[in-house]
């Protein structure tokens, strides 16, 4: 193996295991010196070798690729024959207008994609960042994609983190790894190795790209770039994570398959009685393309992609936006929430929550509160003095550790704000926080003396305390008096509370030692809240029969106190390594857990796969890199826009622009809507078209001139039938829709119920055109009358049968479909399109209609009403028999 070679198969080795071996074994495999870094010729040769430091994000969908998109349909395909059938015959009138609708219908469809899909790309502008390292011995700040591993990378405050780093020398270093670990704190760093089994989050040794510092300095050695790094890892499962197409394209693709062999066996069967009554083949060749273009409804494809996307553009409104227009959808047919913590449920923003003296616990639900009492008055004072923090002012953005902003800001609330404070105690020194301490302590001076300021983790601040403030003054920390605190500590620990204690003391000399002979303050418990409109949210997913399950990086204890501040109630919890042995249990046991803690990215995945193949429609939301596997891999991911990342927004299947949980709940009932809509059109359509196929089926099979023509069947599918489903599409819904569970992942479109009605529907709308036949050739022998009567009939039944469509709970005259202001424009502008035609000679010569007489007008009027007429009464039957069955129950439960 080649020098070269070699270098580059170790440095994939150490960076798997770096955050196990101590500094000086990791530089000397890196070959690079602390102090001379890299040299340029060295630094050049790597970024050959290992590339630059990268992450392919994912190309935007191209214009061919959405058109090609709009065409894989089956029933696409069978229109394209049809189109194709009809060229092959001559009936270039035929073929021209299927290739109109062809040509509509993918339109519609690019136009919708390509603007939601533009809309996504404008938010994933990614900004350049800079590093400084040490390179030939010279500081040099570098653009970040030029790192290479073994560079020696100096890092502070603020920086963001651009390479997987091995920290090699550090100063009170902590990094904020919230959007790559889900952990809402910041997470202490120090040189020390750790086990190499540790966990991401637990591998304190190492800082990640994607992370940002928030305290103190170090100096690391980069051991991964690009794509090797954890990031880049995330990036490759987001590849491998293979998005699933949505419940409705599935269905609708079952339908149309259904669909397909409907029309083969009808064609077969009409064309088999054609020959066997002698009918001449060119007979039997048109009529089985006149059943093809009537079996198939047309309008179906552009109907679903305009209601798909008026619901992308009323949620847009509503402060979420869509990329997929079937994801709309999606969410309405979903029936498990996998949501991340930090962001999402909580504000991401630490607040004091509990205050604990000697005299009691007082909450500070907000964190702002005024904490009453001399006691709790000096616990806050030491708090915002033994501080690094700054609330900013003006146009200034707060700086420093989050629990240290909310330290300050529930002092500002008190009255205790820094700068005032400073003026009547002067920094003399600090002692900054140290990993072996685990405390931070500043000193003032303060009369003839120095006040000495400190806080840390409580178990160390209590074990350097002698004595106790209470009311009665400084009071000896007693054995009695420890223990009592030591029970405090762990009762707000188990509270999920992030715990600190405070303590002061004064020396005449600002270099005693100090944290010896303290006098202990109390406690203060702080926690990134729950959002104040979560808990409600979450009660409408209940409502709704919607299960939210909490996923997230977060130790179990802080999750769980989440879980049950946002209405989680009492679930199990699987943490860590027990998630794997969760996972592989059946789909039952698995519905038992209600919050997953300290999970990976790949194991983010792993849920919703599991959940996926147990049989739910998944929905996965955050806002972190480490959702971002997951998010792409659900059935719809939703990130959220204000704080989410870019890899989890180019994941994602729609964004929340308000980061409002709440908004989910209202793209619920969306989706559940349009879902109800589509389901009504295809109804509609089914039966109108079915009534097509009646018509022309019925009159081949005995040997009747055919009723209605192939190009009068496009027509009525096209422009009549089209408006009025559009228009059904347009409606607000059932307003109790939320009241419904949710939908079975494998409930189709149409039940037997819906094509019970679909065949009644149809026969009814069959028998009135044939009874429109019967009076018309009676009355007159001339074709194109006979023919003008016949398509009026049944073009004016279908436009009446739009009223079939309400539910059957509904009144008759006042229901969700009267209400419509859509449905009376679509019947008055298909009235105007049903007319004109028969006035305007190009048209009516083409369709072989003829102006109506007065008589022929009469047949028309009478017999379109008849359906409307039937199927109203039927209804009027149906809904006295369901309340006649219901008294019946209710009298023999009584």
Request: with cysteine.
């Amino acid at each position: 193996m080649s020098t070269s070679n070699h270098f580059a198969h170790e440095a994939g080795r150490i960076a798997l295991i770096a955050h196990s071996l101590p500094t000086k074994d990791v530089l000397r495999a890196l070959q690079v010196d602390l102090e001379h870094g890299l040299s340029e010729q060295e630094a050049a040769e790597r970024r050959a070798r290992f590339g630059s430091n990268t992450i392919a994000t994912r190309r935007g969908t191209s214009a061919l690729v959405m058109v090609l998109h709009q065409l894989q349909s089956p029933c696409i395909y069978l229109l394209v024959g049809a189109a194709a059938l009809a060229l092959w015959f001559g009936e270039t009138e035929e073929s021209v207008a299927i290739g109109v609708v062809l040509l509509l219908n993918t339109l519609v469809g690019f136009l919708t994609e390509f603007r939601a899909s533009r809309s996504i790309e404008a938010l994933r502008a990614l900004g350049r960042n800079y590093a400084r390292v040490r390179r030939g011995g010279h500081r040099r700040i570098l653009a970040s994609e030029e790192l290479v591993p073994g560079d020696i990378v100096l890092v502070e405050a603020g920086d963001a983190i651009a390479a997987d780093l091995r920290i090699v020398e550090s100063a009170q270093i902590a990094s904020d790894e919230s959007t790559f670990t889900g952990e809402s704190m910041p997470v202490e760093k120090s040189p020390e190795s750790v086990a190499q089994d540790a966990r991401i989050a637990d591998r304190r040794s190492m800082l990640f790209k994607g992370g940002s510092v928030t305290r103190g300095s170090a100096i690391g050695a980069v051991v991964a770039t690009g794509s090797h790094t954890e990031i880049g890892h995330i990036a490759r499962l987001i590849q491998e994570a293979k998005p699933e197409k949505s419940p409705l394209e599935r269905k609708l693709a079952r339908l149309s398959s259904q669909l397909i062999w409907a029309v083969v066996a009808l064609a077969a069967v009409i064309a088999a009685i054609g020959l066997a009554t002698g009918q001449s083949g060119f007979l039997v060749v048109e009529a089985a393309l006149a059943l093809a273009v009537a079996a198939i409804p047309e309008g179906l494809p552009i109907v679903a992609t305009l209601a798909l996307a008026r619901g992308m553009w009323r949620m847009a409104h509503q402060n979420a936006l869509i990329e997929r227009l079937s994801a709309v959808e999606t969410l309405g047919a979903t029936t498990v929430i996998l949501t991340d913590k930090t962001g999402t449920l909580t504000e991401n923003k630490m607040t004091v929550r509990r205050l604990w003296v000697e005299s009691g616990e007082m909450e500070m639900a907000q964190g702002k509160e005024v904490a009453r009492g001399e006691l709790a008055q000096c616990l806050l004072k030491v708090a915002v003095l033994c501080n690094d923090a700054s609330l900013g002012y003006g146009e200034v953005a707060q700086s420093g550790d989050p629990m240290e902003i909310a330290l300050l800001l529930a002092g500002s609330a008190n009255g205790l704000t820094r700068q005032a404070l400073l003026a009547g105690y002067p920094i003399a020194c600090k002692h900054a926080f140290d990993n072996a301490s685990k405390m931070m302590a500043t000193v003032h001076r303060h009369g003839d003396g120095h006040f000495y300021a400190i806080k840390g983790a409580p178990e160390q601040v209590l074990a350097g305390c002698t004595h106790v403030l209470s009311a009665d003054g400084m009071v000896p920390m007693d054995d009695a008096a420890r223990r009592r605190w030591t029970e405090r500590i762990a009762a707000l620990g188990r509270r999920g509370l992030r715990v600190l204690a405070g303590a002061f003391k004064t020396e005449a000399s600002a270099d005693s030692k100090p944290y010896r002979d303290l006098v202990f303050t109390g406690l203060i418990g702080l926690q990134d809240p729950a959002r104040a409109d979560v808990p409600q949210a979450i009660r409408d997913c209940g409502y709704a029969g919607i299960r939210v399950v909490m996923v997230t990086g977060d130790h179990a204890v802080t999750a769980r106190s989440i879980g049950h501040a946002v209405g989680l109630g009492d679930t199990e919890v699987a943490e860590g390594f027990d998630i794997a042995h969760v996972l592989s249990r059946p789909a039952h046991e698995l519905r038992r857990f209600g919050i997953f803690a300290r999970v990976s990215p790949a194991e983010k995945l792993a849920i919703v796969d599991a959940y996926q193949k147990a049989g739910e429609i998944v929905a996965m939301t955050g806002d972190g890199v480490n959702d971002a596997p997951a998010l792409k891999k659900a059935d719809i991911g939703v990130a959220m826009g204000l704080r989410g990342t870019d890899v989890a927004r180019q994941a994602a299947a729609m964004i929340l622009l308000d980061d409002a949980f709440p908004t989910i709940v209202k793209a619920i009932r969306e989706g559940r809507i349009i879902f109800d809509n589509i389901r009504r059109v295809a109804v509609y359509l089914l039966s109108c078209n079915l009534s097509e196929v009646l018509v022309v089926g019925i009159a081949i099979a005995a040997a009747l001139p055919l009723p209605i023509l192939p190009l009068q069947i496009l027509y009525l599918n096209l422009v009549t039938d089209v408006f009025p489903a559009f228009a059904l599409a347009m409606g607000d819904g059932v307003r109790d829709i939320l009241g419904r569970p949710p939908r079975s992942p494998k409930e189709p479109i149409l039940g037997p119920r819906r094509w019970a009605a679909i065949v009644l529907q149809s026969a009814l709308m069959t028998m009135a055109t044939f009874v429109a036949l019967g009076l018309a050739l009676s009355a007159d022998r001339q074709s194109d009358a006979v023919v003008t009567t016949t398509f009026l009939t049944i073009a004016f039944a279908q436009l009446w049968h739009v009223f079939d469509m309400r539910d059957s709970r509904s009144g008759v005259f006042v229901n969700e479909v009267t209400r419509n202001p859509w449905v009376w424009g679509a019947l008055g502008l298909c009235g105007a399109l049903l007319i004109i035609p028969l006035y305007w000679p190009l048209i009516a010569n083409a369709l072989h209609l003829v102006s109506p007489t007065g008589a022929m007008w009469g047949i028309i009027a009478g017999c379109s009403l008849i359906p409307l007429l039937l199927s109203q009464f039927c209804y009027a039957v149906m809904a006295a028999w369901g309340r006649h069955t219901d008294r019946s129950r209710s009298c023999g439960a009584a």
